[in-house]
């Protein structure tokens, strides 16, 4: 069933457990992470995101995922993931997104919640959800050289919730996106701090790399929606390998891309605590 983030963030707050975000660039992803939600009875939160549609146009890709999502018999949050644009995010929501995460984190704090603020308006217009972003994902630091200087601090998060009315909030703690060169350094009083603080569901972006206890730890002082992407690639990538290091046909290669992103996600989700959450 097609929900939007409120109906599956608040219970996972609640209950201490996260919903994973898996991006979806063709409908193999799709079928790898719908069906792998169906077996382990848990929520779920697919989509796109803005650096993604040169490999999955919206118009094309967004058709099957809100119908994948509508027969889904667990809920399932369509989700645009960092939209940079307010024109691309209007795209999604028209397209029957029932979520969008706005990212104005690059630019002007000021600017970034009178922008976030006005696309918050609009979506809780049409019954969808919105996230944003604060703070710096994408510059983590190793243990050896760790720094909170542009890491989320409670002020920030609480000036930027109160000004913008958003669902969820990405904060950054020392995670990246993409793969990581080293062991990144979290900063997990940092987030405790901040979920003391606001009671707005937290997200952790840059989830793939990180290691269980990472994650673990990050779920239990108040993370809800954990961003997967770069992982499912790296599952699909060694299936494809396999298969063609057996000489397998394009069909059957598919097939082996497929269950192996399943299983990469059906892990995920085990690990986050969402399994039979829905």
Not at 45 to 65: F, M, N, R, W
């Amino acid at each position: 069933m097609l929900v939007n983030l409120n109906e599956v963030l608040k219970k996972a707050q609640k209950e201490h457990y996260a919903v994973g975000l898996f991006n979806t660039t063709d409908t193999d992803m799709l079928e790898a992470v719908i069906s792998a939600a169906e077996e382990l009875n848990s929520p779920v939160i697919l989509g796109t995101a803005e650096v993604l549609l040169p490999y999955g146009e919206l118009k094309l890709i967004a058709p099957s995922i809100i119908a994948a999502a509508k027969r889904a018999s667990i809920p399932v949050v369509v989700h645009y993931d960092h939209g940079l644009t307010f024109e691309r995010c209007m795209e999604a929501l028209k397209l029957g997104f029932s979520s969008i995460m706005f990212d104005g984190s690059a630019g002007d704090s000021n600017m970034n919640m009178a922008e976030t603020r006005e696309v918050v308006r609009i979506a809780h217009a049409m019954g969808a959800t919105v996230e944003g972003e604060i703070g710096h994902v994408g510059e983590a630091a190793t243990c050896d050289n760790a720094t909170s200087d542009r890491y989320t601090t409670v002020k920030e998060a609480k000036d930027f919730l109160d000004a913008t009315g958003v669902d969820a909030l990405a904060i950054a703690i020392g995670t990246a996106h993409g793969a990581y060169k080293a062991k990144p350094c979290l900063d997990i009083e940092r987030l405790k701090e901040i979920r003391a603080n606001v009671d707005t569901p937290l997200v952790l972006h840059g989830g793939s790399g990180l290691s269980d206890d990472d994650f673990r730890n990050t779920i239990k002082e108040g993370i809800a929606k954990v961003n997967i992407f770069t992982d499912l690639c790296v599952a699909g990538e060694n299936a494809v390998k396999q298969a063609i290091a057996e000489n397998k046909g394009y069909l059957e290669m598919r097939n082996m891309k497929v269950t192996a992103i399943k299983e990469a996600v059906k892990t995920k989700m085990r690990l986050f605590g969402s399994e039979n959450k829905a």
